[in-house]
């Protein structure tokens, strides 16, 4: 069983950045990881994700050049440095573990319980 807490979510205005932490419990060191979004009224999407070697990453077109993913696997924590934040980056983040990128991508194994990112402008 693997256990995702999420932290470093809040307010921020246009242009600002912001730093969330993923910290798992349990032998996460395979799991592929990543970062989905859900913002209100709209479908969950993936943000970005990152291998279990951290070799592959993946973004979403919208956050590509903002968003950096990265993982510490010592610490099994993944992280989300976003910076140039926009409006349409409000959403709740979901930090969320697979087998792989691809499964991940699709379906997940495990989720998080979500931290709250809010851009104003």
């Known amino acids: 069983q693997v256990q995702l807490v999420e932290s470093g979510g809040g307010l921020v205005q246009v242009g600002g950045s912001l730093r969330l932490s993923c910290a798992a419990s349990?032998?996460?060191?395979?799991?592929?990881m990543g970062w989905f979004r859900q913002a209100p009224g709209k479908e969950r999407e993936i943000v970005a994700a990152?291998?279990?070697?951290?070799?592959?990453?993946y973004y979403r077109d919208s956050v590509k050049g903002r968003f950096t993913i990265s993982r510490d696997n010592a610490k099994n924590t993944v992280f989300l440095q976003m910076i140039s934040l926009k409006p349409e980056d409000t959403a709740v983040y979901y930090c969320?573990?697979?087998?792989?990128?691809?499964?991940?991508?699709?379906?997940?194994?495990?989720w998080g319980q979500g931290t709250q990112v809010t851009v104003s402008s």
């Open positions: 969320a573990a697979g087998n792989t990128i691809v499964e991940l991508r699709t379906t997940p194994d495990y």
């Open positions: 990152i291998s279990s070697s951290g070799v592959m990453i």
């Open positions: 349990g032998r996460t060191f395979r799991f592929a």
